[in-house]
């Protein structure tokens, strides 16, 4: 069965740059779309971006041209790209996993890693 290990979180200042990494364990990635979430203090969780299976990404507006989301089935491995890091970034990010087709709603997601934390300040 598949399980989803994230890496990558820490602080940073604002301007600064994370990667963060979705690992899978037991089974290929390949036939999964991965999203990533964002969960800030008090607010819901929300989609920032996700990879299709093919390749296809799709990123929310306020990260669109900063962040950017890779994969390499042959690593089994996801990434996100966090570049220029603004304080609103902040918050506890979440990769996810869902066999086929999948968006920016957490409800489509079936599979998702522990989080890991984004501290964006000065």
């Known amino acids: 069965q598949l399980q989803l290990v994230e890496s990558g979180g820490g602080l940073v200042q604002p301007g600064g740059s994370l990667r963060l990494t979705c690992a899978g364990l037991?089974?290929?990635?390949?036939?999964?779309?991965i999203g990533w979430f964002r969960q800030a203090p008090g607010e819901e969780r929300d989609g920032i971006a996700c990879?299709?299976?093919?390749?296809?990404?799709y990123y929310v507006e306020y990260v669109r041209h900063r962040f950017t989301t890779t994969r390499d089935n042959g690593k089994n491995r996801v990434w996100l790209q966090m570049d220029n890091l603004k304080p609103e970034d902040t918050g506890v990010y979440y990769c996810a996993a869902v066999k086929g087709w999948g968006h920016l709603s957490p409800l489509e997601y079936d599979i998702w890693g522990q989080g890991t934390q984004v501290a964006v300040s000065s």
């Open positions: 037991g089974v290929s990635l390949d036939e999964y779309t």
């Open positions: 990879i299709r299976e093919r390749g296809a990404t």
